[in-house]
Each structure stands twice: as C-alpha cells, then as structure tokens.
C-alpha cells in the first residue's frame, strides 16, 4: 500500500493536460469579461465605421 501511495503521488502524467485546460479556461473567462465590458463600444465603432463607408459610396 505504502509503494501504491509514493507511486500515486510521483505520478504528474495527465497533471500538464488539466494544466493547459486551467488556462484555457481562464483565457475564455478574459475574453467573455472584455466582451462584456466593450460589447456597445465596440458595436458603436463598428456601427461609425460602416457610416462612414456608406457615406463614402454615397449611399
């Protein structure tokens, strides 16, 4: 049992998986808090800038 338990806890295989899904997550919880946060200034700019194309065409 002791060999089982020193085994167990040596054992970092599948450790950098959960690793690397830690960060993904982290990284999607940063971008949905940017979307959150900028969402209507980035539809006004988005907005100005399709006016600004169709005034251009004269449209």
């Known amino acids: 049992m002791k060999r089982f338990l020193t085994r167990f806890l ?22 949905l808090s940017a979307l959150t946060a900028f969402g209507a200034t980035g539809s006004g700019v988005f907005n100005g800038a399709m006016d600004a194309i169709r005034a251009a065409m004269g449209g």
Do not use: K, P
């Not at 040596?10 to 971008?31: C, K, M, N, P, W």
């Open 10 to 31: 040596r054992d970092e295989s599948g450790a950098t998986a959960i690793e690397y899904g830690l960060i993904i997550a982290l990284i999607f919880l940063v971008i």
